[in-house]
């Protein structure tokens, strides 16, 4: 639930105590605290209480709305990658074991692919980290492309790139994984190819773990690289 919402109900609720904290004082001053006098001071201060009820309860709530946008958005920043404007690292790890478990319990397929950018310490290295980072901007625009909605691409880390593709067999994730290595090697000339490893996880398994995706997509993105580059290799299933 985002904290928007929650701290809007929060700050609705801490809003309560304003008329009760009201008649509390009055009591205190005036000396006289019975139930009859109680009541006898909030059915003619009615006005008064309705108004600090009800402007606390406005204020309270659009502070407390205020407040959990703000971490919302923190929470969103936390788990976006500035430079390409995906999903980290971090936000692709906390889906992974959720994906995992939807996989094996739905008994449906779900493939890994583990991208590396295919010489781009040359690129920083000839062109500076400014053509490196739009060499990088330029593949994560290529993924986005050519992805669905379902699934979830993530910059990895460095020149990596990951994609959970959700309901996805070994054939439909090979598929998607030469579609964005014709992408990447179809754009203007100079641009780097990509490299990909792809691993699934198949409709009948028992079990999935998101350290076997990641160690068996690793695992075919070395040999991947190994055999020449701008490649795709499959891992076991």
């Given at each position: 639930?985002?904290?928007?919402?929650?701290?809007?109900?929060?700050?609705?609720?801490?809003?309560?105590?304003?008329?009760?904290?009201?008649?509390?004082?009055?009591?205190?001053?005036?000396?006289?605290?019975?139930?009859?006098?109680l009541q006898r001071d909030v059915l003619l201060n009615l006005p008064t209480y309705a108004y600090v009820a009800?402007?606390?309860?406005?204020?309270?709530?659009?502070?407390?709305?205020?407040?959990?946008?703000?971490?919302?958005?923190?929470?969103?920043?936390?788990?976006?990658?500035?430079?390409?404007?995906?999903?980290?690292?971090?936000?692709?790890?906390?889906?992974?074991?959720?994906?995992?478990?939807?996989?094996?319990?739905?008994?449906?397929?779900?493939?890994?692919?583990?991208?590396?950018?295919?010489?781009?310490?040359?690129?920083?290295?000839?062109?500076?980290?400014?053509?490196?980072?739009?060499?990088?901007?330029?593949?994560?625009?290529?993924?986005?492309?050519?992805?669905?909605?379902?699934?979830?691409s993530a910059r990895w880390g460095g020149d990596e790139f990951a994609i959970l593709a959700p309901r996805t067999d070994a054939d439909q994730a090979f598929i998607l994984a030469e579609r964005i290595r014709h992408g990447?090697?179809?754009?203007?000339?100079?641009?780097?190819?990509?490299?990909?490893?792809?691993?699934?996880?198949?409709?009948?398994?028992?079990?999935?773990?998101?350290?076997?995706?990641?160690?068996?997509?690793?695992?075919?993105?070395?040999?991947?690289?190994?055999?020449?580059?701008?490649?795709?290799?499959?891992?076991?299933?």
């Amino acid at each position: 639930m985002p904290k928007k919402l929650v701290y809007a109900v929060a700050g609705a609720l801490l809003a309560l105590g304003a008329p009760l904290g009201l008649v509390v004082v009055r009591t205190l001053v005036g000396g006289d605290v019975n139930a009859a006098s109680l009541q006898r001071d909030v059915l003619l201060n009615l006005p008064t209480y309705a108004y600090v009820a009800v402007s606390t309860f406005v204020a309270f709530a659009c502070f407390g709305g205020v407040l959990g946008a703000q971490a919302d958005s923190l929470r969103r920043a936390s788990r976006v990658d500035h430079l390409t404007g995906l999903p980290n690292r971090r936000a692709l790890e906390e889906r992974i074991g959720e994906e995992c478990a939807r996989a094996v319990r739905h008994r449906a397929p779900l493939s890994f692919l583990l991208l590396d950018v295919d010489g781009l310490k040359g690129i920083n290295d000839s062109g500076g980290h400014g053509a490196g980072d739009e060499a990088l901007r330029g593949v994560a625009a290529v993924i986005l492309g050519a992805t669905r909605i379902d699934d979830l691409s993530a910059r990895w880390g460095g020149d990596e790139f990951a994609i959970l593709a959700p309901r996805t067999d070994a054939d439909q994730a090979f598929i998607l994984a030469e579609r964005i290595r014709h992408g990447a090697a179809g754009r203007k000339k100079g641009e780097p190819t990509v490299s990909i490893g792809v691993t699934t996880v198949p409709a009948d398994a028992a079990t999935a773990s998101s350290r076997s995706l990641f160690t068996r997509a690793d695992a075919a993105l070395y040999r991947a690289k190994a055999a020449g580059r701008n490649r795709v290799v499959a891992g076991p299933v």
